[in-house]
């Protein structure tokens, strides 16, 4: 059975940090791109970044450039997103999702619906 837990999200000051991780359990992180989606109320999901199971290649938002870092441990399973330097526009329930993509076929990371798994999301608040 296929699983990704996100954990890590919390409520947090403009300026501050969090690392988010999300498991995965059912996949290996050899074949599948993961990557983290989020929702803000009344808004639709958008990609924050992915990481590719080929080469490690990452993709940013341009929000989230600069400021978020996205790395993959394959032994663990895990894809943790660090994020600093939060704002409040970062609000949003964070989800990580994963995607399976033959080798050479094209990256469309940014791509909601190529995402196969989604995890149930971990809410991020940062409010003064």
């Known amino acids: 059975q296929v699983q990704l837990v996100e954990s890590g999200g919390g409520l947090v000051q403009p300026g501050g940090s969090l690392r988010l991780s999300c498991a995965v359990r059912?996949?290996?992180?050899?074949?599948?791109?993961i990557a983290w989606f989020r929702q803000a109320p009344g808004k639709e999901r958008e990609a924050v970044s992915c990481?590719?199971?080929?080469?490690?290649?990452?993709y940013y938002s341009e929000s989230a450039k600069g400021r978020f870092s996205i790395s993959r441990d394959v032994a663990k399973n895990t894809v943790v997103l660090q994020m600093n330097n939060l704002k409040p526009e970062d609000t949003a329930i964070y989800y990580c999702?994963?995607?399976?993509?033959?080798?050479?076929?094209?990256?469309?990371?940014?791509?909601?619906?190529?995402?196969?798994?989604w995890g149930q999301g971990t809410q991020v608040t940062v409010s003064a």
């Open positions: 999702g994963a995607d399976y993509r033959p080798l050479g076929s094209p990256w469309h990371p940014d791509r909601g619906d190529e995402y196969d798994y």
């Open positions: 059912g996949l290996t992180l050899d074949y599948w791109d």
């Open positions: 990481i590719s199971s080929s080469d490690d290649s990452t």
